[in-house]
T-cell receptor, first 114, second 113 residues
Framework: EPEVTQTPSHQVTQMGQEVILRCVPI?????FYWYRQILGQKVEFLVS????????KSEIFDDQFSVERPDGSNFTLKIRSTKLEDSAMYFC????????????FGEGSRLTVL | GQSLEQPSEVTAVEGAIVQINCTYQ??????LSWYQQHDGGAPTFLSY????GLEETGRFSSFLSRSDSYGYLLLQELQMKDSASYFC??????????????FGKGTKLSVIP
């Protein structure tokens, strides 16, 4: 069964460092998303991406964040100058055509900023 | 923007039935989804309602009333493995032509023997 894969599963970084979280969406999907979940809290929307550009971003997704689809398979989230409050689980998700309410989530990348 | 309300915690006995309610406020509404998330895991899709009424998938059913901006998830014959967090999520057109899924804060279901 097709799945969304994310790497790394866990990354520990020092405050102020840059991190890149990687995702391989399901191959025939067209819409890609990043969400984050601070421990014990809800899943929060960061950004959606379609047709090689950002289609929408939340207030959380400020200039510290960027996304890129560098090739036909990868979808990356870059966080510059990490802060303690960036510590969270970051989920990548993808969606095919149509409105079915279903996003396919990866297993997440846990980011710990020290 | 969107807002969703659901209870923070529910406890139920194994074998029983539990209903998790969700109310929402949004514009550009497409439908209401439900996701299950076990501790440390990814959200996994359970069901989706775009039209009023009940959708049944095995032990799980989901209901939507668009006029009341209300839905619920019904879990029957509860099993211990159903202990998880359950999120309702609104699919909406944000106005920028983008399809966005906004999650509620989640309901932590504890199933006890």
């Amino acid at each position: 069964e097709p799945e969304v894969t994310q790497t790394p599963s866990h990354q520990v970084t020092q405050m102020g460092q840059e991190v890149i979280l990687r995702c391989v969406p399901i191959s025939n999907h067209l819409y890609f998303y990043w969400y984050r979940q601070i421990l014990g809290q809800k899943v929060e929307f960061l950004v959606s991406f379609y047709n090689n550009e950002i289609s929408e971003k939340s207030e959380i997704f400020d200039d510290q964040f960027s996304v890129e689809r560098p090739d036909g398979s990868n979808f990356t989230l870059k966080i510059r100058s990490t802060k303690l409050e960036d510590s969270a689980m970051y989920f990548c998700a993808s969606k095919g055509k149509g409105y079915t309410g279903e996003l396919f989530f990866g297993e997440g990348s846990r980011l710990t900023v020290l | 923007g969107q807002s969703l309300e659901q209870p923070s915690e529910v406890t139920a006995v194994e074998g029983a039935i539990v209903q998790i309610n969700c109310t929402y406020q949004t514009s550009g509404f497409y439908g209401l989804s439900w996701y299950q998330q076990h501790d440390g895991g990814a959200p996994t899709f359970l069901s989706y309602n775009a039209l009023d009424g009940l959708e049944e998938t095995g032990r799980f059913s989901s209901f939507l009333s668009r006029s009341d901006s209300y839905g619920y998830l019904l879990l029957q014959e509860l099993q211990m493995k159903d202990s998880a967090s359950y999120f309702c999520a609104v699919s909406a057109n944000s106005g920028a032509g983008s399809y966005q899924l906004t999650f509620g804060k989640g309901t932590k279901l504890s199933v006890i023997p």
